[in-house]
């Protein structure tokens, strides 16, 4: 309903004037123009014709549920939190009882969560439990916007547990002390290709919630920039440089999503400032360039193994280190190539 008010006041505002030069006199919200400037008029009528821009169709909540049925034959439906579910190697239910008594339930179909099912779950005892920011990470990772949301306790805890193991990395490294974001300087090997997945995800995550609105695929992409940054030890200047460079971006990219959590990992971060003051993290072109590139080798077109190179590797050198690679040279054995096909950026293939 909220909806539906909000294009109301839009729509009087526009008749009335409010939105820059279209204010609109006549008794019919769009009157015919004529002569000139007529067609940006129109256009600019139509700008300001709707308050969205997208229109999201979300999908239901579902949940499993569980009944008994009464001498009658009604069915007495029983909230999933009072339910002791066992399931198989695949999560699947597959025998339930209730807590209370230790009996069995029968358990129905996973439907919309409704008051006639009984299969809603109370938001405060989440909240209580988890925090509100978990519950948010939840519901935005478990699937696509227009898509059905399963709700699941494995995924609350799941949501739960990577915004500890975040909260953790931050922690673990402020206690060093702050440092300054990475801006120059020569970067070792594994910081480059952390910097490198760094800007990808900015640029991903930028895409997903700005263009696709697949909020579920930004939050996995911060959880394997996360997981990288986990592998990631240096603790030269530099290194801890590039550390503090991706903690603030993950949080800035994340804060949408979680602003509890952000608020207070942002102010462990920089003390200085607030969240609030930031703008979105920007993509920087240079550390999406890759010194190094891997190559794909085969032999007689089957895979034998790769080979990673400088980017501006020659041909020549290309073929010398294929033909030394072990895996060739127990396939060759002894015999000599009688071609070497290279697919640049791609492949090397070596036919016998």
């Excluded at 920007?282 to 089957?302: P, Y």
Aim: charged content about 25%; hydrophobic content about 45%.
């Amino acid at each position: 309903l909220h909806l539906l008010y909000a294009r109301f006041f839009h729509k009087l505002m526009r008749d009335e004037g409010v939105f820059g030069d279209t204010r609109n006199t006549h008794p019919h919200p769009n009157p015919p123009l004529e002569g000139e400037g007529a067609n940006d008029a129109l256009r600019a009528a139509k700008d300001f014709d709707e308050p969205f821009k997208n229109l999201i169709t979300q999908g239901m909540v579902i949940a499993p549920t569980f009944y008994r049925e009464a001498s009658n034959g009604k069915k007495l439906w029983i909230n999933p939190a009072e339910v002791e579910v066992v399931t198989d190697d695949k999560s699947r239910p597959v025998a339930a009882t209730l807590k209370a008594d230790g009996q069995p339930v029968i358990i129905g179909g996973t439907e919309k969560m409704s008051k006639s099912k009984n299969n809603g779950v109370d938001p405060q005892s989440i909240i209580d439990e988890f925090g509100a920011d978990t519950a948010r990470l939840f519901m935005m990772f478990a699937a696509p916007p227009e898509q059905s949301l399963e709700w699941s306790d494995s995924g609350m805890e799941g949501a739960f547990r990577f915004l500890k193991r975040l909260w953790k990395a931050v922690y673990d490294h402020t206690e060093l002390g702050v440092v300054a974001a990475y801006h120059s300087g020569l970067l070792s090997a594994a910081a480059k290709a952390l910097r490198r997945q760094l800007h990808q995800t900015i640029a991903k995550v930028d895409d997903d919630i700005g263009r696709r609105k697949t909020f579920n695929t930004a939050i996995a992409a911060n959880m394997e920039l996360l997981n990288a940054l986990a592998k990631f030890s240096e603790q030269t200047d530099t290194g801890r440089a590039v550390t503090q460079e991706t903690l603030e971006a993950i949080v800035l990219m994340l804060n949408p999503i979680v602003p509890h959590a952000c608020q207070a990992l942002w102010s462990s971060l920089r003390p200085a400032s607030s969240i609030l003051d930031q703008a979105y993290p920007q993509t920087d072109s240079a550390a999406l360039v890759q010194d190094e590139i891997t190559l794909m080798i085969q032999v007689n077109g089957k895979l034998r193994g790769d080979l990673t190179v400088a980017k501006d590797t020659d041909r020549a050198t290309l073929e010398q280190l294929a033909l030394a690679h072990e895996a060739v040279q127990r396939q060759l054995a002894g015999a000599a190539a009688k071609k070497i096909i290279v697919v640049p950026g791609r492949l090397i293939n070596i036919v016998a």
